[in-house]
């Protein structure tokens, strides 16, 4: 999924993660992308750092960094697994609902 900006230097908002988390500096950024059999969640984990200029980020973690990713990756885990089962239950109610302009069948 690309990261592309409008014209006008802004993100669209199917380039927008999901959801982030952060733990300080760590952070996991949750992407949705669609496919055919519904939708996959992916997450990055990255490290905020601040550069000469500018605030950068890296996909590297010192050692006393390493205890909070899998920490940080299990949130992601729970977070995912928390929505893909609200899309299910959304998915089986509207499954459920008559569909307009058609009534229902009668014994």
Same mark, same amino acid.
């Given at each position: 999924? #690309? $990261? #592309? $900006? $409008? @014209?006008?230097? !802004? !993100? $669209?908002? #199917?380039? =927008? /993660? @999901?959801?982030?988390?952060?733990?300080?500096?760590?952070?996991?950024?949750?992407?949705?992308?669609?496919?055919?059999?519904?939708?996959?969640?992916? &997450?990055?984990?990255?490290?905020?750092?601040?550069?000469?200029?500018?605030?950068?980020?890296?996909?590297?973690?010192? &050692?006393?960094?390493? /205890?909070?990713? /899998?920490?940080?990756?299990?949130?992601?885990?729970?977070?995912?697994?928390?929505?893909? @089962?609200?899309? =299910?239950?959304?998915?089986?109610?509207?499954?459920?609902? &008559?569909?307009?302009?058609?009534?229902?069948?009668? @014994?």
């Amino acid at each position: 999924m #690309s $990261n #592309s $900006n $409008n @014209a006008k230097g !802004q !993100q $669209n908002d #199917s380039n =927008r /993660p @999901a959801t982030t988390i952060r733990y300080g500096a760590i952070k996991a950024t949750i992407w949705r992308n669609e496919t055919r059999n519904g939708y996959m969640y992916s &997450p990055t984990v990255t490290r905020t750092y601040k550069g000469r200029d500018d605030w950068r980020e890296s996909h590297s973690f010192g &050692p006393g960094k390493l /205890p909070t990713v /899998p920490n940080l990756m299990l949130d992601a885990h729970t977070w995912v697994q928390e929505q893909m @089962a609200s899309e =299910r239950q959304e998915e089986r109610k509207n499954q459920q609902q &008559p569909r307009k302009g058609r009534e229902p069948a009668r @014994a």
